[in-house]
Nanobody
Framework: QVQLVESGGGLVQPGGSLTLSCARS????????INWYRQAPGKQREWVAA???????NYTLSVKGRFTVSKDTAKNTGYLQMNSLKPEDTAIYYC?????????WGQGTQVTVSS
């Protein structure tokens, strides 16, 4: 059974940093990568970053150069390092994986960027 559990969200001032974690079970990073999405209040969920099982990471333009996606295969955990945070980064952040034509989402973790 695939499970995804995010953590690491919180309140941070503009310009600050946070690192989100996505602990996975039932799926290996050796075979499947990880995607991060976010959903701001009143907006649709949007894709943020992806780290394939093999290959370079990809980022949406608004976070490129500020966010870094990574993984620890031994811990079966993915990370989203977020630097130079802006108020417009405020959202619930989700990790996601698609396996055997099924979508798996974590419960989300709230990130609020405010002074």
């Amino acid at each position: 059974q695939v499970q995804l559990v995010e953590s690491g969200g919180g309140l941070v001032q503009p310009g600050g940093s946070l690192t989100l974690s996505c602990a996975r079970s039932g799926i290996s990073f050796n075979t499947y990568g990880i995607n991060w999405y976010r959903q701001a209040p009143g907006k649709q969920r949007e894709w943020v970053a992806a780290l394939p099982a093999a290959g370079p990471p990809n980022y949406t333009l608004s976070v490129k150069g500020r966010f870094t996606v990574s993984k620890d295969t031994a811990k079966n955990t993915g990370y989203l390092q977020m630097n130079s945070l802006k108020p417009e980064d405020t959202a619930i952040y989700y990790c996601y994986v698609r396996l055997n034509n099924r979508d798996y989402w974590g419960q989300g973790t709230q990130v609020t960027v405010s002074s």
